[in-house]
Nanobody
Framework: QVHVVESGGGLVQAGGSLRLSCASS????????IGWFRQAPGKERELLAA????????YYVDSVEGRFTISRDNAENTAYLQMNSLNPQDTAVYYC??????????????????WGQGTQVTVSL
């Protein structure tokens, strides 16, 4: 069973950057695709980015492509979400998740095997 824990959230001014981390103690971490989601108050949770188990393929939703970068270091059992050019609309709780297939994050969300507890990102003007 894989468990994931997010960190790196916080308060940042508009135009600033943050890097979120998604860490796992599971030796099987490198068997899973990792996805990053966010949920703003009153809105549904949305998929932002995903990466395959080996880091070769990535996916971004249009609203973050070019500003956010997903990556992973399997030797460190950690995935990352580098967020640049942040704006107040990026304020939300950010979650990472693990699934056997990257497509599960968008097409088979019930197949997601693990969710983190979330980390708050707040972007001020």
């Amino acid at each position: 069973q894989v468990h994931v824990v997010e960190s790196g959230g916080g308060l940042v001014q508009a135009g600033g950057s943050l890097r979120l981390s998604c860490a796992s103690s599971a030796r099987t971490f490198n068997a899973y695709a990792i996805g990053w989601f966010r949920q703003a108050p009153g809105k549904e949770r949305e998929l932002l980015a995903a990466i395959t188990w080996n880091g070769i393929s990535t996916y971004y939703v249009d609203s973050v492509e070019g500003r956010f970068t997903i990556s992973r270091d399997n030797a460190e059992n950690t995935a990352y979400l580098q967020m640049n050019s942040l704006n107040p609309q990026d304020t939300a709780v950010y979650y990472c998740a693990a699934a056997l297939r990257m497509v599960d994050f968008s097409a088979a969300i019930s197949e997601i095997v693990a969710w983190g507890q979330g980390t708050q990102v707040t972007v001020s003007l």
